[in-house]
C-alpha cells in the first residue's frame, strides 16, 4: 500500500461510520423478531391474523435494510503522503478500486465550510482538476483530518530535513 522506497509523512483509512457491529445487530433483530413475534400471537388470537403477514414483511425489509447498511460500510478511502506524492485509493463497497497519485508541491486542500454545519466537503485541488475526499467523516472529523493533511502537504513542500553534521 504505502511506498518502500519513501517515508510516509501521514498515512490515514477513513471508513464510514457504523455504530452498530454484528453483536449489536444480532440483539436488535432478536428484539425486533421477538415484539413482532409476540404481536403476531395477539393479533392472531383475536382474529386479525392477516396482520402477521405484515409483520413478517416488516422483519424481513428490516433486515434487509440492515444487510445493505453493512455492506456499504465496506468502503474505505486511504491517504497517503510521501515527500514526492499524494496519494487516494478509493474502495467502494463493492470491491471496485479508484486510484489516483498528485503531486503534493501543486495540490491545494479546499474545505467548504457551512457557518452553522461545519466543514461540509474537502477537495484536493491539482492542475484544474478537483478531487473530493474524506466524504465519510463528520465536520468535526473533516476539521481533524484536514489540518493534518495540510500539516502533511506542507511537510512534503518544504522538503526532507535536513541535518547538520
Given at each position: 500500500m ?7 509523512i ?7 461510520h457504523r455504530?452498530l457491529d454484528?453483536a449489536g445487530?444480532?440483539a ?11 404481536l403476531?400471537?395477539?393479533?392472531i388470537?383475536?382474529?386479525?391474523w392477516?396482520?402477521v403477514?405484515?409483520l413478517?414483511?416488516?422483519v424481513?425489509l428490516v433486515y ?6 453493512f455492506?456499504r ?6 491517504v497517503w503522503v510521501?515527500p514526492?506524492?499524494?496519494n487516494?485509493r478509493h474502495?467502494?463497497?463493492?470491491g471496485?478500486?479508484?486510484e489516483f497519485?498528485l503531486?503534493p ?7 467548504e ?6 466543514t ?10 478537483s478531487?473530493?475526499?474524506a466524504?465519510y467523516?463528520s ?6 483530518f484536514a489540518?493534518?493533511?495540510?500539516a502533511?502537504?506542507g511537510?512534503a513542500?518544504r522538503?526532507?530535513?535536513?541535518t547538520p553534521?
Open positions: 504505502y511506498s518502500a522506497h519513501e517515508p510516509t501521514f498515512a490515514a483509512d477513513v471508513t464510514p455504530s454484528g445487530f444480532l436488535v433483530m432478536a428484539v425486533f423478531g421477538g415484539a413482532s413475534l409476540v403476531g400471537l395477539i393479533f388470537f383475536s382474529g386479525a392477516p396482520i403477514g405484515f413478517g414483511l416488516v424481513v434487509a435494510a440492515f444487510a445493505v447498511n455492506r460500510a465496506a468502503a474505505c478511502e486511504q510521501t514526492s506524492t499524494l487516494v474502495i467502494s463497497h463493492k471496485e478500486l479508484a497519485t503531486d508541491l501543486w495540490v491545494k486542500l479546499h474545505r465550510v457551512d457557518p452553522d454545519y461545519g461540509r466537503r474537502l477537495v484536493l485541488v491539482s492542475r484544474g482538476k478531487h473530493p475526499i466524504h467523516l465536520p468535526d472529523e473533516k476539521d481533524s489540518d493534518a493533511l495540510a502533511a502537504i511537510e513542500k522538503g526532507p530535513a535536513r553534521f
